[in-house]
């Protein structure tokens, strides 16, 4: 399956009533201050909702499709070989069904029984995955200073998550459930110091090749943190609104269609590493992947921020990691490191998501921000090691 194929049958899914199709947001956005957007919401939550996450004053029920870059998984695609295969530098987050925040908390159970079935229909019938080699997580319940590791000392005792049972009324047995008693599947968020609703969390891990791969989740948030006069969270009540959400990644959903051992073997990545290797006098697969990747997140970035000087210090130090890698590695693969090289890589990667079509508008700044870099951290390359790939 195409990424074009998958994205309109996203489109295509039913969404809750009310749905607003809404433009991503910049991975740049105050929802993520210091580093760049690592989730789906929070950006919009925040502009909304007049800087906050915790009061809703009118229904705010939205569908996009949002780039996210995680870059503490930058580590892993650089130097673990064994994990490598399903990471990316900049991967696509989509909504199934509507990302629903509703005034009522009476509305609750509309709300997550319409986001388990649209998920549920999206993956067994519109894309046909096999229903026997799903996984879906759950929250086992217990105490919350237990759950949570220790993070939140509060001597209160969580219920078991009753949503559960909604995936094994579609049709999903209990031995393809796994109780979970940490925070993958409690959602004990306090995001960046701003308090935010606590709940539950399904995550949808599939078979592939033998390996679990999550591909899915499906998130509640039910729970008002209680503060003390130090902010210190100490209690939960119920919260008076409702949060409900299914999403997918894109790309893991399109390594398992298609049968992939990579997940850079999707059809808008393939072409960025096939340009790489055709340059590349020396022959290395994984440097050649790690170099696509560092470029994928260089565009991403600067495409949406405009410039270096522009980003603040952490993101500054951040996006350093993949500019060091880039410069590095196409010099371990005997590239030559040309203007008309960054260019011809830019306009594939832009050339390959037509979708955003801001990345086409960016490429000549993209092309001059890496120019400078290039300068701008050299002595941060001629240290032994740094930006490449780890040798094993």
Same mark, same amino acid.
Not at 226 to 247: P, R
């Given at each position: 399956?195409?990424?074009?194929?998958?994205?309109?049958?996203?489109?295509?899914?039913?969404?809750?009533?009310?749905?607003?199709?809404?433009?991503?947001?910049?991975?740049?956005?105050?929802?993520?201050?210091?580093?760049?957007?690592?989730?789906?919401?929070?950006?919009?939550?925040?502009?909304?909702?007049?800087?906050?996450?915790?009061?809703?004053d009118h229904d705010y029920?939205?569908?996009?499709?949002?780039p996210c870059i995680r870059?503490?998984?930058?580590?892993?695609? $650089?130097?673990?070989?064994?994990?490598? #295969?399903? &990471? *990316?530098?900049?991967?696509?987050?989509? +909504?199934? !069904?509507?990302? @629903?925040?509703?005034?009522?908390?009476?509305?609750?159970?509309?709300?997550?029984?319409?986001?388990?079935?649209?998920?549920?229909?999206?993956?067994?019938?519109?894309?046909?995955?096999?229903?026997?080699?799903?996984?879906?997580?759950?929250?086992?319940?217990?105490?919350?200073?237990?759950?949570?590791?220790?993070?939140?000392?509060?001597?209160?005792?969580?219920?078991?998550?009753?949503?559960?049972?909604?995936?094994?009324?579609?049709?999903?047995?209990?031995?393809?459930?796994?109780?979970?008693?940490?925070?993958?599947?409690?959602?004990?968020?306090?995001?960046?110091?701003?308090?935010?609703?606590?709940?539950?969390?399904?995550?949808?891990?599939?078979?592939?090749?033998? $390996?679990?791969?999550?591909?899915?989740? #499906?998130? &509640? *948030?039910?729970?008002?943190?209680?503060? +003390?006069? !130090?902010?210190? @969270?100490?209690?939960?009540?119920?919260?008076?609104?409702?949060?409900?959400?299914?999403?997918?990644?894109?790309?893991?959903?399109?390594?398992?269609?298609?049968?992939?051992?990579?997940?850079?073997?999707?059809?808008?990545?393939?072409?960025?590493?096939?340009?790489?290797?055709?340059?590349?006098?020396?022959?290395?697969?994984?440097?050649?992947?790690?170099?696509?990747?560092?470029?994928?997140?260089?565009?991403?970035?600067?495409?949406?921020?405009?410039?270096?000087?522009?980003?603040?210090?952490?993101?500054?130090?951040?996006?350093?990691?993949?500019?060091?890698?880039?410069?590095?590695?196409?010099?371990?693969?005997?590239?030559?490191?040309?203007?008309?090289?960054?260019?011809?890589?830019?306009?594939?990667?832009?050339?390959?998501?037509?979708?955003?079509?801001?990345?086409?508008?960016?490429?000549?700044?993209?092309?001059?921000?890496?120019?400078?870099?290039?300068?701008?951290?050299?002595?941060?390359?001629?240290?032994?090691?740094?930006?490449?790939?780890?040798?094993?």
């Amino acid at each position: 399956m195409k990424n074009l194929e998958l994205r309109k049958l996203i489109s295509e899914t039913e969404k809750y009533p009310g749905t607003k199709q809404i433009p991503p947001a910049s991975v740049c956005n105050k929802g993520f201050p210091g580093t760049f957007n690592l989730s789906f919401i929070e950006s919009e939550w925040l502009k909304e909702f007049h800087s906050q996450y915790l009061e809703y004053d009118h229904d705010y029920i939205i569908s996009k499709i949002q780039p996210c870059i995680r870059h503490q998984d930058w580590e892993i695609i $650089k130097s673990d070989t064994t994990n490598r #295969f399903r &990471y *990316l530098g900049v991967f696509d987050m989509a +909504d199934i !069904g509507g990302v @629903i925040n509703l005034v009522d908390n009476n509305q609750t159970e509309k709300a997550v029984s319409f986001s388990v079935q649209n998920l549920h229909k999206f993956l067994t019938q519109t894309i046909q995955l096999v229903p026997d080699r799903l996984r879906i997580t759950y929250c086992i319940g217990g105490r919350i200073d237990h759950l949570t590791k220790g993070k939140y000392s509060i001597d209160k005792e969580l219920p078991q998550d009753v949503f559960i049972e909604r995936w094994c009324d579609l049709g999903i047995k209990e031995s393809q459930l796994i109780a979970d008693d940490s925070r993958d599947t409690l959602l004990a968020l306090n995001i960046f110091g701003n308090p935010t609703p606590w709940g539950y969390r399904n995550e949808i891990l599939y078979e592939h090749k033998g $390996k679990m791969i999550d591909v899915a989740t #499906f998130e &509640y *948030l039910f729970y008002r943190p209680i503060f +003390d006069e !130090g902010d210190k @969270i100490v209690d939960l009540k119920k919260w008076e609104h409702c949060f409900s959400v299914s999403a997918v990644g894109i790309e893991r959903l399109l390594m398992v269609i298609n049968g992939s051992t990579q997940i850079t073997d999707c059809d808008h990545i393939k072409p960025i590493k096939d340009l790489v290797l055709e340059k590349a006098i020396k022959q290395d697969e994984e440097k050649t992947i790690v170099l696509t990747e560092a470029a994928r997140s260089i565009h991403r970035i600067l495409s949406d921020c405009g410039s270096y000087e522009k980003l603040s210090k952490h993101r500054k130090q951040k996006i350093r990691d993949y500019f060091n890698s880039l410069f590095s590695l196409v010099g371990e693969l005997e590239i030559e490191k040309s203007k008309t090289f960054f260019k011809n890589i830019f306009l594939k990667i832009a050339e390959t998501q037509p979708y955003y079509p801001e990345l086409m508008k960016s490429v000549d700044l993209v092309v001059r921000e890496v120019l400078k870099a290039d300068e701008r951290f050299k002595y941060d390359r001629s240290r032994k090691g740094i930006g490449g790939v780890a040798q094993q």
